[in-house]
């Protein structure tokens, strides 16, 4: 291949890559004047801005404020809003007071309801939630105005919820469908998500059935941008999930669409969950898809979407959505087998293929997928290595994160050149078989264990047309092969960047397994370049520069802060204090309070409030003892029932607080309920690390437990309390923190926290 054709090559694959991506969502053009019936991204974002100026988690002060303003928007639609207010505790005996918003539209018709579905609850203790879920509220109320403006009576109703306490345990969803007189009615649920402040919303199907229905009438829908595969689905439903829109499917047997977005994913849950930081064109993606599935499914038949079968699914640009039917998987791996051996037994007969350069064309392939395996699976832990600091940051993806995954690929795209550069001699179609094998050998092993995943098969289709063009021609034509290497780049290029950003950068190894596999996909292409090596050059030098620029943007600024954490920890029993931090790298801030006397904790190391990724104090330091009042314990019934004993417990605040965690000793407890909320049976058997309830309080509600345990065992409780105040607290004088630092998301912060145990003889 002439070296301009191999540059041609080279740019028309990259400018297919970024079509993959680009082609995901809409642009975002000022769009405050569009017509009343369309969705503006501004209208939208206005929303966004009036909700998210103050944290506003259950119990906090913006918590009620926000409340009201999504009530006067929908009263301003002319919609009548109801408020349903109760406690739950969910499956994870997390207790809270969820007080849901709800609507209706009333249709023309007497079948199944439409409900959309969002949360307007924030992440305690300092996120101000403008993505999550601000973003979806607002894609919400943007969406039912521009629908209720065309004046049209739908067939069905639609039902507007807005939960409440959904990042405590779903507890407004599992209030509405446990309680509410409309659970009944619904028939589909649209639910809108953020895990992060950008990229493509990808859309995830909640069934207990099959997905075959809910995939025809999506895609009769015909959103403009769906970003959607059953990879991800099959992944899913593997997966402990948890939205909103679970507790539908598991308890209410209701099934739906979640749409949630991933990246920038280092905003999830913190201060710079911000409207500034929020991306536009993710906005207008989750608009792009609301519009259509409104307008769509409050008009079929909702009783009828029930389905057994499964479709497998994957998005491609200009295609939108592609569907077939699971039944299709077999045979079209039997057909692509058959072709394979086909072309095999031609190749050979032509003298194309020669046994031993077939054989040694595995030794390449396989190198480049152990080496690349290798580097990503190690990576992440290199990184935290070289950067101590990146432990601080508990969803694993840091700011610098893309440089990394760019970096990484590029390693894995020059490790392969320069793995193959060795194998020249042997021909490209010889090459081509051990290729044609290994994805063979994959779409197998995933049509079993992963069927979501057997669109792997699509692109293996064009790589034999590839190779029967290689077989016939001596100098095949390089931009007919680019052409058939199409589907493979438009496919996959999204897998390379999705799984570190939505998993973290530990899971860089999918990103360089991925790379690696597109590659054995456009060998074709590359197995005619003559200057393998000087592109292995390239790619390590391109590495290297990227790790620079990673290294370069490795430090805090106030644009892309620091996590940091502290805690006044009061044992009220003992009447000592120490301070506390989660952080593994101290900043300056946290330094001023936990400094050369540090020490690792013990005692709270194994039984500390609870956190998302289980994340306990790193260091303590003794503190002076404050006059801070710990709660009161008062038994209020004490009872032998048979051979169990019955126990009632209240524990009353003395101070204003946020959160109180009961932990038990290792007794078993048959029955258990608080503030009148069962706990389930499930749980209480499954508990990890003794927790019992975790109540997130308001208004300084009482903590009341009722408890049931053989009588010969002594329940040993001990309770952390905490409040949201140590920085405005008057009995401490702790500085703001600098802008180059924000509040560790995940854990308790900023907090004051008073532990105290009971002993019941």
């Known amino acids: ?34 017509p009343e019936a369309s969705f503006s991204t501004d209208r939208a974002m206005a929303h966004v801005e009036k909700m998210a100026k103050a944290p506003h988690g259950v119990g906090f002060k913006a918590h ?9 928007e929908l009263e301003q639609l002319g919609l ?46 300092s996120s101000l939630g403008a993505s999550d879920a601000a973003s979806g509220v607002a ?25 409440d306490a959904e990042e405590l345990g779903l507890n407004g969803a599992d209030l509405f469908v446990s309680q509410h007189a409309w659970a009944k009615e619904v028939g589909l649920v649209l639910n809108f998500e953020a895990r992060g402040s950008g990229g493509p919303s990808y859309m995830l199907i909640e069934t207990n059935g099959g997905n075959g229905k809910l995939i025809d009438e999506f895609s009769k829908a015909d959103p403009e941008f769906p970003v959607a595969n059953s990879l991800a689905y099959s992944i899913y439903k593997m997966l402990p999930n948890d939205t909103d829109l679970t507790v539908f499917r598991e308890d209410g047997d209701i099934q739906g669409f979640n749409f949630a977005f991933i990246d920038d994913h280092y905003d999830y849950h913190t201060a710079r969950d911000t409207p500034e930081r929020l991306d536009v064109n993710t906005l207008a993606h989750q ?38 039917p699971f039944a299709w998987i077999w045979p079209m791996w039997g057909l692509a087998a058959l072709l394979f051996m086909v072309l095999l037994i031609h190749g050979f007969r032509r003298n194309a293929l020669q046994t031993k350069g077939v054989f040694s064309g595995f030794l390449p392939a396989l190198l480049a997928l152990v080496i690349n395996g290798l580097i990503g699976f190690y990576s992440w832990s290199v990184l935290k290595w070289a950067y101590p600091e990146y432990e601080d940051m508990l969803h694993g993806f840091t700011y610098n994160g893309h440089t990394y995954i760019a970096a990484f690929v590029l390693l894995s795209v ?52 590839s190779f029967l063009v290689v ?69 390590l030098l391109l590495f290297l520069g990227f790790m620079v620029g990673a290294h370069l943007n490795s430090g805090f600024s106030q644009e892309n802060a620091k996590p940091s954490s502290l805690l006044y920890v009061l044992d009220a029993d003992k009447n000592t204090a120490q301070w506390a931090t989660y952080e593994h790298e101290l900043s300056d801030w946290t330094a001023q309070y936990l400094g050369a006397d540090k020490t690792v904790p013990q005692q709270l190391a194994d039984k500390t409030i609870s956190s998302k990724y289980a994340a306990g104090f790193t260091y303590v330091v003794s503190a002076p003892a404050k006059t801070i009042a710990a709660p009161k314990i008062e ?69 009341e437990l009722r408890l049931r345990f053989p009588k010969d065992s002594v329940l040993e409780l001990t309770l952390y309390e905490a409040s949201n105040d140590l920085l405005n607290n008057p009995l401490f004088s702790v500085p703001p923190r600098p802008e180059n630092s924000i509040p560790m998301p995940f854990v308790l912060n900023d907090a004051i926290l008073v532990t105290k145990k009971a002993r019941f003889e």
């Open 635 to 703: 038994t209020t019934m004490d009872t032998l029932i048979g051979n169990e004993r019955l126990l009632e417990i209240c524990i009353s605040p003395q101070r204003t607080v946020n959160r109180l965690e009961v932990f038990s000793n290792d007794i078993p407890i048959t029955t258990a309920s608080v503030n009148n909320i069962p706990l389930s049976p499930y749980y209480l058997e499954h508990r990890k690390r003794g927790k019992l309830v975790t109540h997130y309080i308001s208004d300084n509600t009482p903590t």
């Open 80 to 125: 009548e809003t109801s408020l349903q207010e109760g406690y739950t505790a969910g499956d994870w005996a997390n207790l809270s007071k969820a007080t849901n918003i709800l609507a209706r539209i009333k249709g023309s018709g007497s079948g199944k309801a439409l409900l959309l579905l969002s949360h307007y609850d924030s992440s305690p203790h």
């Open 1 to 34: 291949m002439k070296q301009i054709t191999s540059l041609t090559c080279l740019l028309l694959i990259l400018l297919a890559a970024y079509w993959s991506f680009r082609a995901l969502t809409p642009s975002y053009t000022n769009n405050r004047s569009l």
């Open 287 to 324: 608009g792009s898809y609301l519009m259509p599935l409104l307008r769509h499914f409050s008009n079929v038949d909702l009783d009828r979407l029930k389905s057994q079968d499964d479709y497998i699914y994957f998005n491609v640009p200009f295609f939108r959505l592609v569907s077939y």
């Open 64 to 72: 009620a404020a926000v409340r009201q303003y999504i009530v006067s």
């Open 139 to 163: 894609t919400i109320l943007e969406s039912v105005r521009a629908f209720l403006s065309e004046k049209k009576t739908p067939r069905n109703d639609i039902i507007i919820l807005i939960t």
């Open 471 to 539: 077989l016939n021609q001596k100098h095949p034509s390089p931009y007919l092969l680019v052409f058939l290497a199409l589907p493979a780049i438009w496919i996959y290029a999204p897998f390379i960047k999705m799984f570190p950003v939505g998993l973290g950068l530990k899971m860089m190894i999918a990103a360089t397994l991925f790379t690696s596999l597109l590659f054995l996909l456009l060998l074709p292409i590359f197995g005619y370049f003559k200057h393998m090596g000087r592109l292995a050059s390239i790619g």
């Open 414 to 465: 020059a490790v392969c050149f320069w793995v193959y550069r060795k194998f020249k001699k042997i021909g490209t179609p010889n090459l081509l078989v051990a290729p044609i094998f290994i994805w063979f050998l994959l779409c197998a092993v995933v049509s079993v264990y992963l069927r979501g995943a057997s669109f792997f098969i699509v692109p293996l289709f064009a790589l034999l047309a």
